[in-house]
Nanobody, 126 residues
Framework: QVQLVESGGGLVQTGGSLRLSCAAS????????MGWFRQAPGKEREFVAG????????YYADSVKGRFTISSDNAKNTVYLQMNSLKPEDTAVYYC???????????????????WGQGTQVTVSS
């Protein structure tokens, strides 16, 4: 098992930046794919970005490509989501997740992910 704790959310203006952090309770490199999801009010949880278990491949939702970057610091067991050029439609609760399945790929279906953090709110004002 792994526990995940997100931080770094907040209120930012359109065009601004935020960096989310996800601290894991144990080593994730090689053991879990790590990902970020988000859920806006009245909408389903959606995939944002992920890193494969191998650590070699990163995947992004089309809506965030070129603006968001996922990265990891294995020494700190922490995954980051750097969010630039934020838009009001990025407003949501952002969740960190870990998945045991796959090695070189990342599954985008939320139901296939095994562990979740409590979420952190990101609000982008227009």
């Amino acid at each position: 098992q792994v526990q995940l704790v997100e931080s770094g959310g907040g209120l930012v203006q359109t065009g601004g930046s935020l960096r989310l952090s996800c601290a894991a309770s144990r080593r994730t490199s090689g053991s879990y794919a790590m990902g970020w999801f988000r859920q806006a009010p009245g909408k389903e949880r959606e995939f944002v970005a992920g890193i494969s278990r191998s650590g070699t491949n990163a995947y992004y939702a089309d809506s965030v490509k070129g603006r968001f970057t996922i990265s990891s610091d294995n020494a700190k067991n922490t995954v980051y989501l750097q969010m630039n050029s934020l838009k009001p439609e990025d407003t949501a609760v952002y969740y960190c997740a870990a998945a045991e399945s796959g090695y070189f790929t990342v599954i985008v279906t939320p139901q296939r992910w095994n562990y979740w953090g409590q979420g952190t709110q990101v609000t982008v004002s227009s």
